[in-house]
């Protein structure tokens, strides 16, 4: 790799003429710039971002350290760090992502993080959680996206899981439905009573009992979405359907559920409408029929959290985001 020497040995100025070239260029004669910057091309010189920070050098762009609890190991939430990324260049800014895994020691993580010398801190989790902060995190500008804390009072940013399975369930009564059988998520995650409540909010406004639905909690793990298929069967006498639609908790169950009910010769959306929710990246529209469901608002939860830091916002509000419902065929 170039160093700094070499470029200014390659242009024929000084190390400190270099530096002014890469830190401050307005300052430097114009033939002169041009010069430095050829030899840098040439090069292919990468400056130090670590060592100008150290040095302090006002002109170091501001970075973004992410410590990425499962959120980019996993297909289902990469749009948050692809925003925070695409938000810190329109800004003049940049981000680092640091993972931390399932074993991993947050103290050990944190100190990782925290050794790049960010300028603020973006904790993200893949699912909507509760988390712990690492205290070290909040002698820095810090926000929370994709989850909340109850330890400590800080800026977070994430769905609006009520409001969007209230718009999904009222699109759907809108329709004509009336008995959906209701897949939902293992209990214990938070945003499965939030959906939960949404759920309950557009059945009572059409005097009708949520209680009085099926409702299936699946537990934690993939290997239960393959216990679905029997629950579904189980409500169904010679191919006659106790319930005329199927509410889903994830566009994952909804792709077990169209398994399924295909393979019973059961045509949706004619016989039984089904509704996602999620948008899964790149899965949505390849249904047949695309599947209705609710789009998760991650790219809007990067955005927002990047742009909390940049602005220097001093909130410490929890701020949760519309989650659009998209109308396609199943419905």
Same mark, same amino acid.
Request: overall charge positive.
């Given at each position: 790799m170039s160093s700094l020497k070499a470029v200014a040995e390659l242009a024929h100025v000084s190390l400190m003429t270099v530096s002014r070239a890469i830190n401050t260029p307005e300052k430097l004669n114009p033939e002169t710039l041009i010069k430095v910057q =050829? %030899? *840098? $091309?040439?090069? !292919?010189?990468?400056? !130090? *971002? &670590? %060592?100008? $920070? @150290?040095?302090? =050098?006002? /002109?170091?762009?501001? &970075? @973004?350290?992410?410590? =990425?609890?499962? /959120?980019? /190991? /996993?297909?289902?939430s990469v749009d948050i760090t692809l925003a925070i990324e695409e938000t810190a260049r329109a800004q003049g800014w940049h981000s680092f992502v640091i993972n931390m895994l399932k074993y991993d020691d947050p103290a050990d993580i944190t100190k990782l993080l925290l050794s790049y010398r960010p300028s603020g801190i973006i904790y993200t989790t893949m699912g909507l959680r509760k988390v712990k902060v690492p205290t070290t995190l909040l002698n820095y500008p810090c926000v929370l996206a994709n989850c909340e804390s109850d330890d400590v009072k800080l800026a977070s940013y994430i769905p609006d899981d009520k409001q969007g399975q209230y718009d999904a369930v009222q699109a759907l009564l809108k329709a004509g439905y009336r008995k959906p059988l209701c897949l939902h998520l293992p209990q214990e995650i938070i945003a499965s009573t939030r959906r939960r409540e949404g759920l309950e909010q557009a059945f009572h406004e059409h005097q009708i009992d949520p209680d009085s639905l099926i409702h299936i909690y699946i537990a934690d793990g993939d290997i239960h979405y393959l216990n679905v298929p029997e629950k579904i069967i189980a409500h169904l006498k010679n191919k006659k359907s106790s319930f005329d639609s199927i509410i889903c908790c994830n566009d994952r169950m909804a792709f077990v559920v169209y398994q399924t009910l295909l393979s019973l010769n059961i045509k949706i959306p004619q016989d039984i409408a089904v509704v996602g929710y999620d948008n899964m990246v790149g899965v949505g529209n390849l249904f047949i029929p695309a599947l209705s469901t609710v789009q998760i608002p991650h790219y809007e939860i990067g955005r927002l959290s990047a742009l909390h830091i940049i602005n220097g916002e001093k909130h410490k509000e929890t701020i949760k985001i519309h989650s659009d419902y998209l109308a396609r065929e199943s419905l």
């Open positions: =050829a %030899a *840098i $091309k040439q090069l !292919n010189y990468v400056p !130090n *971002i &670590s %060592a100008l $920070k @150290i040095r302090g =050098a006002k /002109t170091t762009p501001g &970075s @973004i350290g992410v410590l =990425a609890l499962d /959120t980019v /190991t /996993t297909p289902f």
